[in-house]
């Protein structure tokens, strides 16, 4: 690996050591106030180069954590990404918002994808956590104070053992402004519980999106919760800008309020497709009803139930796959490979001690 420090002179104690430690060879320094420095840069034209890039071509390939041996690639352009980073930024942040965002998702999940665009594209700043840092709650929430996070996405099931560890040692994030919580279900109590323990100056969000209609499509503002909310799961609640949700029949007629139907995604979070995969497209991005332009529905899979204010309920799965730690399993597969052991002649997966999550 080749590492270069860009830093001013003189360097900072700080700075020295990282170019002088014993047993490594030098890095590489570039000094931005160096003339050399400052003359080959100003050489470079000011105007930006020619690109012949479409905002409907293709931007990232994303797999989907299915586990049925054949994994799917979503295929999202750049028009998705700047729909995602427009969404965001019109719901969560504004001019003067400096975020250090926490990423703790690997580069290969879809989260990372939204994490990067959430920060960086907001004049912020990505911090990259270490591997399972969310395993030790105590260097978790260090790392929050010591870095200064302000904002961070990830499943209650963490939350909650940080707000446990936040009460028992009587301490407090001041710098963190937003989080949420997504991947998984959460409840009120608990949902409660978080936005009394971090205070009023932490905004508390729950998500729901899926890869294929670019990571994020709906969220819910927990922030001014009752102080006795309704026991249950907290909603994933309503759309993002430029998204739109339908809770259908099996005959793509729209539900009332309060019916359990299957969720559909339009606007433009959806993405192209997926690689190479024609029939399935055709089969999980159909034609919309309801867009007399032409536009297409994604076919989410998800049971789902619109409350009279708008806000959507999460009800589990259409089908028998579950999703487990933010995984999507289908059970069917486990099933298929314990019936060849030749003690087996059935089997029966499903999850056990927990509610459904999404």
Known sequence: NTSLLITHTPTTPATHALTTTPGHPATPTLHLDEATTHAAITSHPTTPPATTIHPDTTAALIYTSGTTGRPKAALLTHHNLTALHTAWTHTHYTPTDHHRWLCLTSISFDVFTGDLIRALTTGGTLVLAPTGLQLDTAQWAHTLHTHHITALETAPRYIDQLTTHLTHTNTTLPHLRLLIATTDTWHTTAAHTTAQTLGPHTRLLTAYGITETTIDSTYSDLTAMPQRPQPGPTPIGAPLPNTRTYVLDAHLNLLPAGVMGELYIAGEGLARGYHHRPALTAERFIANP?????????????????????????????????????????????EHTLTTHPAITTALVTTHGQDDTR
């Open 290 to 334: 309801f867009d007399p332009h032409g536009g297409r529905l994604y076919r989410t899979g998800d049971r789902a139930r619109r409350r009279p204010d708008g806000q959507l309920d999460f009800l589990g799965r259409t089908d028998h796959q579950i999703k487990l730690r933010g995984y999507r399993i289908e059970p069917a597969e486990i």
